[in-house]
Each structure stands twice: as C-alpha cells, then as structure tokens.
C-alpha cells in the first residue's frame, strides 16, 4: 500500500493559492500525474507571508493599476471628482447654517439680557413702590384701643415732623 502524497500549495498565473493533492494511490504509472491532482482555489494571496498569514478582505487587495488612458479610468476619476465636489460643497453650505445660527443666537441673546435690565428696571421700581405705599399704610394705622401704660402713643403731627 502507498503512502498519500502531502498536498502541494501552488501559485497560479493569477496570484491565488492552489492546493494539489493525489486523489488516490494508483498502482499503475501510465496516468499521467496531472490526472489525480484536483485543484482547490484559496482566499489567500500567494504572498500569504506578507499579510502575516491572515486573508485580506477584497477591499483591501491589491487592484492592478488602471491605465491612466483608459476609459474606465477617467469615469472612476471624474465620479471621484464630483463627489469631492460634493463634499466640500456640503461642508461649506453646513458652516454657513451654523455662522447663521449663531448669528441668530447672538441677536436673541441680546434682546433678552435687554429684556432683562428693562424687567429689573421695573422690579426696583415697584419694589420702591410697595415699601413706600407699606410704610405709609404702618404710618397711618391706629393701635387697638387698650390700657394707656401699654400701647404705644399714637401719633401727632408734633413728633411727626410733618
């Protein structure tokens, strides 16, 4: 009985990995070798040891360099071109939006710390109001009639002073 070969790891013309195992023992050399080999492509590049041997996502592989006069080429160039275009477009009109929104921010901030000094403004000058009108009220208003030793006097215009 023969021993089965260790599978062979190859490289194609296309750079992908190609595995090469005897598929079985033959007693008999007249077939040819190729006939028992079968060929398994691989998702790992044939310089497997650069990448450290993980597989590399389709996106990351390496694209053969397009001919800079080819059609194909201009198309991906000016696609390429106009969404950079785009791009620079929509994030100049968004600073736009947001100087304009700050602007806007700033003007109403204003008026409301206007709003403000004016509403202080006011709440001084009913305060001032109140306690006057309060004071005035205490001024005018007459004790309880009781024993004479313990209210106070009542006011005369003499102690006064007005």
């Known amino acids: 009985m023969s021993r089965p070969s260790q599978p062979k790891l190859t490289a194609d013309h296309n750079g992908v990995s190609v595995i090469q195992s005897q598929a079985h023992a033959s007693s008999s050399s007249s077939l040819p070798a190729v006939a028992g080999l079968q060929q398994v492509p691989q998702l790992v590049p044939a310089n497997s040891s650069s990448t450290g041997g993980k597989a590399l996502p389709p996106s990351k592989m390496k694209k053969p360099p397009a001919d ?89 215009s003499s102690t006064n002073g007005q």
């Open 68 to 156: 800079k006069d080819s059609e194909e080429y201009r198309q991906r160039r000016e696609r390429n071109n106009l969404a950079v275009k785009k791009s620079r477009m929509r994030s100049k009109q968004k600073a736009m939006d947001t100087q304009q929104r700050v602007n806007e921010l700033k003007e109403e901030n204003e008026r409301l710390e206007a709003k403000i000094k004016l509403l202080s403004k006011e709440l001084s000058v009913l305060k001032d109001l109140f306690l006057e009108h309060a004071h005035n009220l205490a001024d005018n208003v007459q004790p309880p009639a009781g024993p004479e030793g313990s209210s106070p006097a009542p006011n005369s």
